[in-house]
């Protein structure tokens, strides 16, 4: 029989059904991906039929917050209880033929289609992150004044050697004057995109022409260029995870309904329907920041 545990069966299966489904976690368990015998030993047998290393692990996800306050020997035994009473009582529902019920078989239908949607959501969202890279980023100076005639202007001075640092402290009627008018580094989505069209094109140590943007008329100098290094997953994790894989999985899922055919039986057909127009980006720009 099984062995003793600091909880009881009962409260295992309130937890269990609480968070995961015992349908669900069975499903999972099934479909999970062959380790090697060595890495995954057998810790249990019910009726001859294994429960190895994998299968605990697994569990302990699926249980998820149910498990969070107990220590990690705590955790691995009641798991490990759980998925042995869960063996033991599966069997009986087999033998009183639960299995062949037209509840249990939608009900595992309903299970098979959520499980295998949240696998492929999942990895659509994993394989979305690992294509964020290291982006481009500048850092210029720019002098901002308020015509085309003050900017044309200021471009003489230059071209006759006037030092740029210096000439924006003079001239400019951006708060960042003060330091010569340096931005920083930032990348093209920081800056509008007249200012970034230009700032990203020119070389290090290039002055532009009067470029003219809803602040007025700059002049641009770009100092450096760098390749902002993509940060390890990991530690960015809690940022970009519910953004990105979120918006990859929406973009996953209307892909796939477009290629669908989806009848909606429950609701009268309207005249002239019309698909809902796409949503769009924001037209809002920013500012070019300060110095960072």
């Not at 099984?2 to 099934?30: E, K, M």
């Not at 047998?45 to 020997?73: C, F, H, R, T």
């Not at 979305?128 to 001075?157: C, S, Y």
Request: charged share 35%; glycine share 4%.
């Amino acid at each position: 029989m099984t062995t003793s545990s600091p909880v009881t069966t009962g409260q295992r299966f309130r937890h269990a059904s609480a968070l995961a489904g015992c349908l669900a976690l069975a499903l999972s368990l099934a479909i999970a991906g062959p380790l090697r015998a060595a890495d995954d030993p057998v810790l249990a047998k019910v009726n001859g039929a294994e429960i190895k290393k994998s299968d605990v692990a697994m569990a302990e996800e699926e249980l998820g917050p149910s498990l969070a306050q107990m220590d990690p020997a705590t955790k691995d035994e009641n798991v490990l209880s759980f998925l042995i009473d869960m063996k033991i009582v599966s069997k009986a529902a087999e033998d009183k033929k639960i299995a062949d019920s037209e509840e249990f078989k939608k009900r595992l239908a309903f299970a098979r289609n959520r499980l295998l949607m949240d696998s492929l959501l999942a990895s659509e969202g994993k394989a979305a992150t690992k294509q964020i890279t290291g982006e481009q980023e500048v850092r210029a100076r720019h002098i901002l004044v308020e015509t085309e005639d003050e900017a044309k202007a200021v471009k003489a001075e230059l071209d006759k050697g006037a030092d740029f640092a210096e000439l924006a402290k003079k001239k400019s009627k951006d708060p960042g004057s003060a330091d010569g008018g340096d931005l920083g580094f930032f990348t093209k989505e920081q800056m509008v995109p007249e200012f970034s069209a230009v700032a990203f094109a020119l070389e290090p140590g290039k002055i532009s022409d009067p470029v003219k943007s809803q602040f007025g008329w700059h002049i641009i100098k770009v100092e450096e260029k760098r390749n902002r290094k993509a940060p390890d997953f990991e530690q960015v994790k809690a940022q970009i995870e519910q953004y990105v894989t979120r918006k990859a999985q929406a973009e996953y899922v209307a892909k796939l309904r477009t290629e669908a055919k989806v009848e909606r039986l429950d609701q009268p057909a309207a005249k002239d329907a019309k698909p809902a127009d796409a949503a769009k980006p924001s037209d809002s720009k920013m500012a070019p920041p300060a110095k960072k």
